[in-house]
């Protein structure tokens, strides 16, 4: 009985120890145009938003399919949750408890309801790892500037033959957007 109990606690830290991915810097060789003809995408992270004199931190889930986008902020244990729908005709706001929000102008209207610019409707292609098409781009050693927004990926990572962010900031002046990704999901988003 000591043998067996012995080689269990022998064997448990090796099988502890699991094989992780190395993170990948960006590098514009990594941008994969394929990227843009996504059709379903999602992710699960946490998010660090610092204005002025603020700093807002949330948990994240954002899914996207050709419908729209659908972001999900909310804090610990579920509180303060926001239900941010985006699609061709706007944007709507839900904060819960039947306050509904909607608006044709998706960028001032979450300026006015969060009190932060955000351009999401770049933001959508940004968080994939890839510039959006119709607006000018400046390459940067770790990512790219478009429409005076700096975006730069910290740390990459390997998602089903796909290089996609896992830590990366997006700013433009006082305004900082810090987003860690803790799982991607690809071509079949979980509700």
């Given at each position: 009985?000591?043998?067996?109990?012995?080689?269990?606690?022998?064997?448990?830290?090796?099988?502890?120890?699991?094989?992780?991915?190395?993170?990948?810097?960006?590098?514009?060789?990594n941008?994969?145009?394929?990227?843009?003809?996504?059709?379903?995408?999602?992710?699960?992270?946490?998010?660090?938003?610092?204005?002025?004199?603020?700093?807002?931190?949330a948990?994240?889930?954002?899914?996207?399919?050709?419908?729209?986008?659908?972001?999900?902020?909310?804090?610990?244990?579920?509180?303060?949750?926001?239900?941010?729908?985006?699609?061709?005709?706007?944007?709507?706001?839900?904060?819960?408890g039947?306050?509904?929000?909607?608006?044709?102008?998706?960028?001032?209207?979450?300026?006015?309801?969060?009190?932060?610019?955000?351009?999401?409707?770049?933001?959508?292609?940004?968080?994939?790892?890839?510039?959006?098409?119709?607006?000018?781009?400046?390459?940067?050693?770790?990512?790219?500037?478009?429409?005076?927004?700096?975006?730069?990926?910290?740390?990459?990572?390997?998602?089903?033959?796909?290089?996609?962010?896992?830590?990366?900031?997006?700013?433009?002046?006082?305004?900082?957007?810090?987003?860690?990704?803790?799982?991607?999901?690809?071509?079949?988003?979980?509700?």
């Amino acid at each position: 009985m000591k043998k067996i109990l012995l080689s269990c606690v022998l064997f448990l830290p090796a099988c502890s120890i699991l094989p992780t991915t190395p993170e990948i810097s960006y590098k514009q060789t990594n941008v994969q145009s394929e990227l843009y003809n996504l059709q379903r995408w999602g992710f699960e992270g946490r998010i660090a938003v610092v204005g002025n004199n603020d700093v807002t931190h949330a948990s994240i889930n954002w899914e996207h399919s050709p419908d729209g986008d659908l972001i999900k902020l909310y804090g610990p244990l579920g509180q303060g949750a926001v239900t941010i729908q985006l699609n061709s005709t706007g944007v709507t706001i839900d904060r819960g408890g039947g306050d509904l929000k909607t608006s044709i102008n998706p960028e001032e209207f979450i300026n006015q309801e969060v009190g932060l610019f955000v351009p999401v409707k770049s933001l959508r292609y940004w968080v994939i790892g890839v510039p959006e098409k119709s607006q000018d781009v400046t390459l940067i050693e770790s990512g790219f500037e478009q429409a005076g927004w700096r975006n730069q990926y910290k740390t990459m990572q390997t998602v089903s033959n796909h290089i996609l962010p896992r830590n990366m900031t997006v700013t433009k002046d006082s305004v900082k957007l810090k987003l860690f990704i803790h799982q991607w999901m690809l071509d079949d988003i979980r509700k």
